[in-house]
């Protein structure tokens, strides 16, 4: 039986996108004020909660928009995490966060738990997603019945101080994987600060925290164990993220824009070059952006393993991609703007320092391989490798 999906109207997608862009115009000076480590974007993060951005990917029947959550959402979703990143990477982050948060809940949570989440969110409560961990990381422990203890460490837990409802995953005692919802406001835990000390995405406050025996109860455990890398969510999640750094390069090339304007020089011939290659790269990662929304709308209408290969592998193709592409404009802008422009009061600076910083995801290479795999064992030929199954399958 085919799966029926709640739909959401254009004119609610055009709202919340548009809420988006009112956002990132209001969020670059902002940006600039709260480049350092201890301190963090609090009025843009205020902005996102009364724009209904942080409650928009919860379902429909919890009070939501299905945002990202039923098929014809994904391209609403990806623009508003761009226009987000374009205007404050870290905050694009930390959106970033929060929607595969929902996501993992909507997905795993049973109805009690999507209820009971659902209502942290609207009472303003941040959601993250805390994977990240050194040899000293987190393990869960039974103590009775329903109740458990959280310890140990998760390093580049961004938001800290800020997101107070993190998806932590911890080992059990058999070894597995588990999801867990903590609310941190009855947490045990210690953060380190001097553990984040980076280039740039300084205000992400992506610290390390240790867990002291910190209680999770039964509610709080999402999912069964091992299904937070369960596929093709897990590794087509990253075009989420590279839709926040499209946004990082789109904001330098209007920046350059702006620059080369306010001094005159639009009639130099090689800076006219420079900024047709910027937006010839730009223009790309928005059709990369638009493909991948199809492709996940195209899953989501009919969830088969050959239609979630197909995501995970054109998703490494997508974040790649647009990883090329935010650094030959990175490159473009600094030969654009010469070293007078990298300097305070303009922004160039900061946003490479931030984009450089968020590029760095991991895995690049071994995704790049998958990659070149899968198209070796593909009998399709180039012209029919992305498209032949999808067109063939499109109106289902």
Same mark, same amino acid.
């Given at each position: 039986?085919?799966?029926?999906?709640a739909?959401?109207?254009?004119?609610?997608?055009?709202?919340?996108?548009?809420a988006?862009?009112?956002?990132?115009?209001?969020?670059?000076s902002?940006t600039?004020?709260?480049?350092?480590?201890?301190?963090?974007?609090?009025k843009?993060?205020?902005?996102l909660?009364?724009?209904?951005?942080?409650t928009?990917?919860i379902?429909?029947?919890?009070?939501?928009?299905?945002?990202?959550?039923?098929?014809?959402?994904?391209?609403?979703?990806?623009?508003?995490?761009?226009? @987000?990143g374009?205007?404050n990477?870290?905050?694009?982050?930390?959106?970033?966060?929060?929607?595969?948060?929902?996501i993992?809940?909507?997905?795993?949570?049973n109805?009690?738990?999507k209820?009971l989440?659902?209502?942290?969110?609207?009472?303003?409560?941040?959601?993250?997603v805390?994977?990240?961990?050194?040899?000293?990381?987190?393990?869960?422990s039974?103590?009775?019945?329903?109740?458990y203890?959280?310890?140990?460490?998760?390093?580049?837990?961004?938001?800290?101080?800020?997101v107070?409802?993190?998806?932590?995953?911890?080992?059990?005692?058999?070894?597995s994987w588990?999801?867990?919802?903590?609310?941190?406001?009855?947490?045990?835990?210690?953060?380190?600060?001097?553990?984040?000390?980076?280039?740039?995405?300084?205000?992400?406050?992506?610290?390390?925290?240790?867990?002291?025996?910190?209680p999770?109860?039964?509610?709080?455990?999402?999912?069964?164990?091992?299904?937070?890398y369960?596929?093709?969510?897990?590794?087509?999640?990253?075009?989420?993220?590279?839709?926040?750094?499209?946004?990082?390069?789109?904001?330098l090339?209007?920046?350059?824009k702006?620059?080369?304007?306010?001094?005159?020089r639009?009639?130099?011939?090689?800076?006219?070059?420079?900024?047709?290659?910027?937006?010839?790269?730009?223009?790309?990662?928005?059709?990369?952006?638009?493909?991948?929304?199809?492709?996940?709308?195209?899953y989501?209408k009919?969830?088969?393993k050959?239609?979630?290969?197909?995501?995970?592998?054109?998703?490494?193709?997508?974040?790649?991609? +647009?990883?090329?592409?935010? +650094?030959?404009?990175?490159?473009?802008c600094?030969?654009?703007?010469?070293a007078?422009?990298l300097?305070?009061?303009?922004?160039?600076?900061?946003?490479?320092?931030?984009?450089?910083?968020?590029?760095?995801q991991?895995?690049?290479?071994?995704?790049?391989?998958d990659?070149?795999?899968?198209v070796?064992n593909?009998?399709?030929?180039?012209?029919e @490798?992305?498209?032949?199954?999808?067109?063939?399958?499109?109106?289902?």
């Amino acid at each position: 039986m085919k799966k029926k999906h709640a739909k959401i109207s254009k004119s609610t997608l055009s709202e919340l996108v548009f809420a988006s862009q009112l956002i990132t115009a209001a969020s670059v000076s902002e940006t600039a004020e709260t480049d350092s480590v201890q301190s963090f974007p609090e009025k843009t993060l205020a902005k996102l909660k009364t724009s209904k951005l942080l409650t928009a990917s919860i379902p429909e029947e919890y009070g939501g928009q299905n945002l990202g959550l039923t098929p014809g959402t994904n391209l609403a979703l990806l623009t508003i995490l761009k226009n @987000i990143g374009k205007g404050n990477l870290v905050m694009g982050r930390v959106l970033e966060g929060h929607i595969n948060a929902q996501i993992l809940i909507n997905q795993f949570g049973n109805e009690k738990q999507k209820k009971l989440f659902a209502s942290d969110a609207f009472d303003g409560k941040l959601f993250g997603v805390w994977n990240t961990q050194a040899s000293d990381g987190t393990f869960l422990s039974k103590v009775g019945k329903g109740i458990y203890y959280l310890n140990g460490s998760k390093t580049f837990a961004t938001g800290t101080d800020y997101v107070s409802r993190p998806i932590v995953t911890a080992a059990k005692k058999d070894g597995s994987w588990q999801m867990c919802v903590v609310p941190l406001d009855e947490a045990n835990l210690k953060s380190d600060s001097s553990w984040w000390n980076p280039m740039g995405m300084k205000s992400s406050r992506s610290f390390k925290l240790t867990f002291l025996k910190t209680p999770v109860l039964k509610i709080n455990l999402l999912g069964s164990a091992g299904e937070y890398y369960q596929q093709p969510g897990f590794s087509g999640g990253a075009v989420r993220f590279a839709a926040v750094q499209l946004g990082g390069a789109e904001q330098l090339l209007d920046e350059t824009k702006k620059y080369l304007v306010s001094l005159n020089r639009t009639q130099d011939p090689f800076q006219k070059m420079r900024l047709g290659q910027m937006a010839i790269a730009v223009e790309s990662g928005n059709q990369w952006l638009n493909g991948a929304a199809l492709r996940m709308d195209h899953y989501m209408k009919k969830t088969t393993k050959s239609r979630g290969e197909n995501l995970i592998i054109f998703a490494n193709m997508m974040r790649t991609a +647009i990883e090329q592409i935010c +650094i030959e404009v990175m490159n473009l802008c600094q030969k654009c703007v010469g070293a007078r422009g990298l300097n305070k009061p303009y922004h160039f600076e900061r946003i490479i320092r931030d984009l450089s910083t968020y590029l760095r995801q991991p895995a690049p290479d071994a995704v790049l391989g998958d990659v070149g795999g899968y198209v070796l064992n593909s009998e399709n030929s180039a012209s029919e @490798i992305w498209n032949l199954n999808f067109n063939k399958e499109k109106n289902e």
